[in-house]
């Protein structure tokens, strides 16, 4: 089962405004990715990090690895129309089997 | 250059009967991954080939799934036996390999299963 617990669960935001997100574990963690997947379509990578502390941008958004590696954030600034849809973090496997484990995911919408 | 293929990218099919599901990975790839994606949720690992073996099949929930990749490049996904509860979005990813860079996993867009 699902190891990583996303929230919020949904988000209904207007066009324009920031959007926060976290992803927390009970276990340890040596690298954080976060993954969005639109209708139709497989998940595509955001972000990867891979040191505690590390933050890392990519455009408006921007993902924290918890000091702790239990924990990581995205922030996406000025959401825009195509920002919409599922956004997942997920853990990889050690080196050499580097399957993921997914979060539960954040849906988020953006009102006209 | 292409990006990772699944076919069909719908199948409906009777409780009980056997289906086959494609993956055409990226060229190269020596990794590819099958995840099952519920509704609602997000996508669990099945099993992943390294090569043409088959290096992780502990997601596979019951003896029904089983999966090839015989040449190294695509592999099928097979479920005997079909049930209700097998309803799900299957997803291929593949990657470089271990050790090649980051090995991100590259998906494709997924085979829709609905079993009546």
């Known amino acids: 089962g699902q190891q990583l617990n996303q929230s919020p669960q949904s988000m209904f935001i207007q066009e324009g405004e920031d959007v926060s997100m976290n992803c927390t574990s009970s276990?340890?963690?040596?690298?954080w990715l976060w993954y969005k997947q639109d209708p139709g379509e497989g998940p595509v990578l955001l972000i990867a990090?891979?040191?505690?502390?590390e933050l890392t941008s990519n455009g408006r958004l921007t993902a924290q690895f918890g000091i702790t590696r239990k924990d990581s954030f995205l922030n996406i600034s000025a959401s825009i129309p195509s920002d919409v849809g599922i956004y997942f973090c997920?853990?990889?496997?050690?080196?050499?089997?580097?399957?993921?484990?997914f979060g539960t995911g954040t849906r988020l919408t953006i009102i006209p | 250059g292409a990006g990772v293929s699944q076919t069909p990218s719908n199948k409906v099919t009777e409780k009980g009967k056997y289906v086959e599901l494609r993956c055409d990975p990226i060229?190269?790839?020596?990794?590819l991954y099958w995840y099952r994606q519920s509704l609602g949720q997000g996508p669990e690992f099945l099993i992943y080939?390294?090569?043409?073996?088959?290096?992780?099949d502990s997601g596979l929930p019951n003896d029904r799934f089983f999966a090839v990749r015989p040449e190294g490049s695509v592999s099928t996904l097979k479920i005997q036996r079909t049930e209700r509860g097998d309803s799900a979005v299957y997803l291929c990813?593949?990657?470089?390999?271990?050790?090649?860079?980051?090995?991100?996993?590259?998906f494709g867009p997924g085979t829709r299963l609905t079993v009546l």
């Open positions: 990813a593949s990657s470089p390999g271990p050790g090649i860079g980051t090995d991100t996993q590259y």
């Open positions: 997920a853990r990889r496997g050690d080196f050499g089997n580097e399957k993921l484990t």
């Open positions: 060229s190269g790839h020596t990794a």
């Open positions: 080939f390294q090569g043409t073996g088959a290096a992780d």
């Open positions: 276990s340890i963690f040596n690298t």
């Open positions: 990090l891979y040191k505690a502390g």
